[in-house]
């Protein structure tokens, strides 16, 4: 059975930063394409890192603030995420992808506010 495990969100302060991770089970995750999804309330579910063996892409919005990264050995991918902002409020979902093979994890909560 596969598994996507997301942890890491919080409530943290404007300009704070926090960690997320996707800790997989099932599969292995350097054979996949995995990204970090986010959808705030009334929004629609955005991309905002991806990587991809060691190639990782940022939406425009996280560029030099977010940065995607594994761990081979916890078979894990992060996303560390720094002077967050209110607008990176959301439930963040971590997505695994290799043709048609699609994993999510369950989301986790992140509240950027004073």
């Known amino acids: 059975q596969v598994q996507l495990v997301e942890s890491g969100g919080d409530l943290v302060q404007p300009g704070g930063s926090l960690r997320l991770s996707c800790e997989a089970s099932?599969?292995?995750?350097?054979?996949?394409?995995v990204g970090w999804y986010r959808q705030a309330p009334g929004k629609q579910r955005e991309l905002v890192a991806q990587i991809m063996s060691s190639r990782s892409t940022y939406v425009d919005s996280v560029k030099g603030r977010f940065t995607i990264s594994r761990d081979n050995g916890k078979n894990t991918v992060y996303l560390q995420m720094n002077s967050l902002k209110p607008e990176d409020t959301a439930v963040y979902s971590c997505k695994a992808s290799i043709f048609t093979r699609i994993y999510w994890g369950q989301g986790t909560q992140v509240t950027v506010s004073s």
């Open positions: 099932g599969i292995i995750l350097t054979d996949y394409v």
